[in-house]
């Protein structure tokens, strides 16, 4: 059974469009993440939900805006997107307490901009 | 802020021992995570320091110095296998959520 789910593998899409990537994570944890990978694969936090709510916003732009509909759901819609935009999207979950410390990471979504 | 720096890139035969340093720029932090991610693939956890001192998980050990600002990651009897990239990582003292990774190194094991 996959612990953390992404779709889609693989997005690709032109300039000012919109799209959107899913996650679900089955581990019953709190909180969950959206991290970008660029392509020098440096890793770096974009959200974080607990519980349902926004706990962390990095400076991104607001046109990503995340969605959680539920604690083991957390989906990201980009407008307007830019060839910048163009990574690898990760999707984590962990849960607080004796191994807060482990996050699960997803496959991936590797979106690139035309 | 943090500030997390690691060597871009190590080479290693099979069989032989190989460490990975991570130094750290930090205004506080609950330990030390390292991560393996292979080309294509997603980072998973191998192994976490809360002290300073060395942690063992089979091949895999992690060394945490808060003194000197500075943490390793050691891999033994180096398999073809093992060749990834490897990310030191900490988790913010000011706000629980947030973790911040390091540069990345990736860890070519040649036969």
């Known amino acids: 059974d996959t612990a953390v789910s992404q779709t889609p593998k693989y997005l690709v899409t032109q300039m000012g469009n919109d799209k959107s990537i899913k996650c679900e994570q089955n581990l019953g944890h709190d909180t969950m993440y959206w991290y970008k990978q660029d392509s020098k694969k440096f890793l770096k936090i974009m959200f974080s939900y607990n519980n349902k709510e926004l706990i962390i916003n990095e400076t991104v732009p607001n046109r990503f805006s995340p969605k959680s509909p539920d604690k083991a759901h957390l989906n990201l819609h980009i407008n307007s997107l830019e060839l910048g935009d163009s990574a690898v999207y990760f999707c984590?979950?962990?849960?607080?307490?004796?191994?807060?410390?482990?996050?699960?990471f997803g496959p991936g979504t590797r979106l690139t901009v035309t | 802020g943090q500030s997390l720096e690691q060597p871009s890139e190590v080479t290693a035969v099979e069989g032989a021992i190989v460490q990975i340093n991570c130094t750290y720029q930090t205004s506080g932090f609950y330990g030390l995570s390292w991560y393996q991610q292979h080309d294509g693939g997603a980072p998973t956890f191998l192994s976490y320091n809360a002290l300073d001192g060395l942690e063992e998980t089979g091949r895999f050990s992690s060394f945490l110095s808060r003194s000197d600002s500075y943490g390793y990651l050691l891999l033994q009897e180096l398999q073809m296998k093992d060749s990834a990239s490897y990310f030191c990582?900490?988790?913010?003292?000011?706000?629980?959520?947030?973790?911040?990774f390091g540069s990345g190194t990736k860890l070519n094991v040649k036969p």
């Open positions: 990582a900490v988790r913010s003292l000011y706000n629980f959520n947030k973790f911040y």
């Open positions: 984590a979950s962990s849960q607080p307490g004796l191994a807060e410390y482990e996050q699960y």
